[in-house]
């Protein structure tokens, strides 16, 4: 194994068994979304070298370059403020 890793709460865990095939910074606008920021940092591996334990949804979305993009969102994902949880 050579990464594992695991989402903050901890529902979604994964372990990468071979190295990545790529590694850089994609500054497209879906990533600027994605992240919020200028660029995303990303690593590409081998599908078959992913190990991946628990319930994630994927959403598909044509990138500019025609390709399919898939993110991953734990289910049960959702975020709130702390003057939020008093309010809602
Ligand atoms: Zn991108």
């Known amino acids: 194994m050579f990464y594992s890793g695991s989402c903050l709460c901890e529902?979604?865990?994964f372990t990468?068994?071979?190295?990545?095939v790529m590694m850089g910074n994609c500054h497209c606008r879906d990533c600027q979304r994605w992240t919020g920021c200028a660029y995303e940092p990303a690593m590409?591996?081998?599908?078959?070298s992913l190990k991946l334990h628990g319930v994630i949804r994927f959403h598909d979305k044509i990138s500019d370059q025609g390709n399919t993009?898939?993110?991953?969102?734990?289910?049960?994902?959702?975020w709130r403020s702390n003057e939020q949880k008093h309010r809602f």
């Open 11 to 13: 529902a979604v865990k």
């Open 16 to 20: 990468l068994n071979e190295q990545p």
């Open 44 to 48: 590409a591996f081998p599908k078959t």
């Open 69 to 78: 993009v898939s993110r991953g969102f734990l289910s049960r994902m959702r």
